[in-house]
């Protein structure tokens, strides 16, 4: 491509942005939302920069004119175009009226207060003639796209740029349009810190935004997120992040999302890096977005926005809204709420959470049933009136003693009652077994539960360990050694030799367990 003079490009886009402003503020779409615009300039060296594994790849910008136009986008209002003050020297100023902000920017008013000289240009230019500033004639585009064949090698490449639900859409000649749609996701932002960030020193920020990607991308398999978006923003590398796009769609989105968050956390711990994460749920617009010629695949919605600001305003933490703790399913231990910080767009009544794992504590176990499905919520179930016949009539035979449901285990009977409820989704077990919990409660029974979510499906044991901890009552002891003290009095003599089997469920060392056995012996013996 044929290289100008910096002036020139800046003419150009600078005339783009009075176009853009003239035909597109205050723009009313077919389905009635009023659409405003506001746009930032900035002019200086960029560095073009590319991410990439043997699987991926991303391209971006980065550099002190990414910082500066940044800082004048966020500095206009709604009409209204800023310029950098770099910028404001190249522009020939008398053509506008203007105001100098306070941090030095400059704000090019609306149509309506620009000059009389620029006004009457852009309502009686012809496209086909002259451009006011250089005197040459006005392309139809600032720069024509060119088609030509494109080598097998160079597709591949190219492949590695695109997003992989959109290659197996071409791969499919499907059409484009099936390509966008309104569906559910879990969205996740993560911004890395570049400690003592310097926009010259480009081989450390690029090699620290390589090292942030290994790590990310990594969890990303795992957890079956897609990397959408890399670009750097605000002294920082953002990554956009989502769970549930087509081809990766999973009823625990929320789940593998704060599970990889965590992870990341820990990673770039031990890498000295720092991260804010944001992480919300909801119904997002997913597809492709620009002109038919430039268009990319991209998440549009209220949660995506949210998911921004809540990185932004809840620095170096992985911070959740509400929805995605609820649909989570983990233990709401984990989550801690954040204090209230005004947002914009986000009605103050919204509650946000921190997802943070004590680690300090010998945990063993996260399978729970959430707490608005355990409590009581002062309502009658509606129906179930055969189910719920069933289940008191058991009770009341396990609560009797009932021979025939008292088996008995050397010299103590162990009392229980088994019953399996099958039905599809969405039926109502939850809300049954919740009236089942109540009325066993209310009749002095002790009622433990566990949940399967995402991890428990893939590791079944974990249902059983949920079971045994809350049996054994071991969410209170903190070691190994006070987990085995707590087994002791329930295992057989006889089965001493089969302790080992216990340890990685339970946490215990069978070297301790055996002593500890053989310590109760001598004192029994004394």
Known sequence: MRRVPVPCHYRQSRHCCINIQCKMDNYMTEVGVNLRVKIGIAVGCVIFYHIANDNERHFGEAGQTIEEVNIAQSSASSGTV??????????????????????????????????????????????????????????????????????????????????????????????????????????????????????????????????????????????????????????????????????????????????????????????????SIGITTGRAFCGIIGHPQRHEYGVIGKSVNLAARLMSNYPKRIACDDTTRTLSNLDPQDFLKLSYIKMKGVPSNNVHYEYKIDRRKDRLFSTFIPPQQIEDDGGKIIGRVEEMKIFEQELAKLLEGDKDHIPASGSEQVKSIVMKIESATGMGKTRLLQEMKNVAEKKKVRVIFAAAGAVEHRYPSLCYQALLVQMFRLMECCSATDRADVIIKFVEEDMIKEIYLLNELLKIHVGYVKRAREKDKKKETH
């Open 82 to 275: 800023v310029i950098s003050p770099k910028a404001w020297d190249l522009l020939e100023q008398k053509l506008f009226s203007y105001n100098i902000l306070e941090n030095g920017y400059v704000e090019i008013n609306r149509r309506s207060s620009l000059s009389k000289t620029l006004q009457t240009f852009m309502e009686t230019r012809d496209p086909t003639k002259t451009d006011i500033f250089n005197n040459t004639p006005e392309p139809e585009c600032l720069r024509l796209t060119q088609l030509s064949k494109v080598s097998e090698k160079d597709e591949a490449i190219y492949r590695m740029y695109t997003n992989q639900n959109v290659i197996s859409k071409l791969d499919a000649c499907a059409e484009l349009r099936w390509l966008s749609e309104i569906r559910t996701v879990t969205v996740m932002f993560l911004e890395v810190h570049l400690s003592d960030y310097n926009p010259d020193n480009h081989v450390d920020i690029l090699n620290t935004i390589q090292l942030s990607f290994t790590i990310i991308y990594d969890q990303m398999t795992r957890m079956l997120g897609t990397i959408n978006k890399l670009y750097m923003f605000d002294k920082g590398c953002t990554f956009l992040i989502i769970f549930g796009m087509p081809g990766k769609k999973h009823e625990d989105e929320p789940t593998r999302a704060l599970k990889a968050a965590d992870n990341i956390m820990k990673d770039f711990h031990t890498k000295n890096l720092e991260a």
